[in-house]
Nanobody, 122 residues
Framework: QVQLVESGGGLVQAGDSLRLSCAAS????????MCWFRQAPGQGREFVAR????????TYADSVKGRFTISRDNAKNTAYLQMNSLKPEDTAVYYC???????????????WGQGTQVTVSS
């Protein structure tokens, strides 16, 4: 099991940028694919982006493609989500998750952080 702690959320205006961080501890970080999900009020958990174990491959939801960038630094046991050109519809709680395979499905991830709130005002 790996423990995950997100940080970097906040209240911003449309068009601004934020960088979320996900600090991992416990087992070997590089053994896990990392993913970001988000959940808006009254909605289910939505896939945002994933990165493979080495960081060599990434996948994005269509809604964030071209605006968000997922990355990881295995030496620092940290994954990141750089969010640019934020929109009000990006408002949600953002969660990072770890799994042995780089899935886009929330049910494939066993280890989750507590979430960080991102609010984008228009």
């Amino acid at each position: 099991q790996v423990q995950l702690v997100e940080s970097g959320g906040g209240l911003v205006q449309a068009g601004d940028s934020l960088r979320l961080s996900c600090a991992a501890s416990g087992r070997t970080f590089s053994a896990y694919a990392m993913c970001w999900f988000r959940q808006a009020p009254g909605q289910g958990r939505e896939f945002v982006a994933r990165v493979t174990w080495s960081g060599s491959a990434t996948t994005y939801a269509d809604s964030v493609k071209g605006r968000f960038t997922i990355s990881r630094d295995n030496a620092k046991n940290t994954a990141y989500l750089q969010m640019n050109s934020l929109k009000p519809e990006d408002t949600a709680v953002y969660y990072c998750a770890a799994a042995g395979i780089p899935s886009t499905r929330a049910r494939d991830y066993n280890d989750w952080g507590q979430g960080t709130q991102v609010t984008v005002s228009s």
